[in-house]
């Protein structure tokens, strides 16, 4: 099936790193993202991993794949105010001959000054 | 990554009027679109993929002769709301597909249906 997990909610200080974690289902997914979105906003892309990838750093983002339990986290290091928001976890899948996303429920960072 | 504006930004309408949305891919050439809904504090639905110059293939549960869909061209897709009513009130957003399969967003666009 397709199913993407991720916890609602998480709070952190200024200046300490934030973790998110995600599980999804396919394990035929090639690829998975992490996106952001802010109050009445579209979403953007932050970063991917491939699937036959661990880990990915850029810059403050620390991207780690499990493919064997299927769970993928994004750390955010020095987290600022401006990275309040909702960040979706997504798996590619293949469907109707397609490439589709499946998103996540979405966890809120907040950022305590 | 590719930029993707839409339009409106936000409408209004009375019920029982058609609204269309403007999705552009601006420095992309867009074969694959998609179109999502969004509640408040809710995740993205898939409504439908854009094909462009084919029929759009619709999601399970979503009325394709209410959610017209047309992508006539690689840099434009339009959502039509029919006969729009107050349960049609949502943020309806827009992607691109990239090279990695990966989706590029618009902005969004919010439908508020009187």
């Known amino acids: 099936g397709e199913d993407v997990e991720q916890s609602l909610f998480l709070s952190v200080r200024e200046g300490d790193s934030s973790v998110i974690n995600c599980t999804y289902t396919d394990s035929s997914s090639t690829y998975l993202y992490w996106y952001k979105q802010e109050p009445g906003a579209g979403l953007q892309l932050l970063t991917y991993?491939?699937?036959?990838?661990d880990m990915k750093q850029d810059q403050r983002l620390t991207v780690l794949l499990n493919k064997k339990d299927k769970h993928l986290s994004l750390r955010i290091a020095d987290t600022q105010t401006g990275d309040s928001a909702i960040y979706f976890c997504?798996?590619?899948?293949?469907?109707?001959?397609?490439?589709?996303?499946?998103f996540g429920s979405g966890t809120r960072l907040l950022v305590r000054p | 990554g590719a930029v993707v504006s839409q339009h409106p930004s936000w409408v209004i309408c009375k019920s029982g009027t058609s609204v269309k949305i403007e999705c552009r891919s601006l420095?992309?050439?867009?074969?694959?679109m998609f179109w999502y809904r969004q509640f408040p504090k809710q995740s993205l639905m898939l409504m439908a993929t854009s094909n462009e110059g084919s029929k759009a293939t619709y999601e399970q549960g979503v009325e394709k002769d209410k959610f017209l869909i047309n992508h006539a061209s690689l840099t434009l897709s339009t959502l039509t709301v029919t006969s729009a009513h107050p349960e049609d009130s949502s943020f309806y957003i827009c992607?691109?597909?990239?090279?990695?399969?990966?989706?590029?967003f618009g902005p969004g666009t919010r439908l508020t249906v009187l």
């Open positions: 420095d992309f050439q867009a074969t694959t």
């Open positions: 997504a798996e590619s899948i293949i469907r109707d001959s397609s490439y589709k996303l499946i």
């Open positions: 992607s691109v597909q990239g090279t990695l399969n990966e989706q590029f």
């Open positions: 991993i491939f699937s036959n990838m």
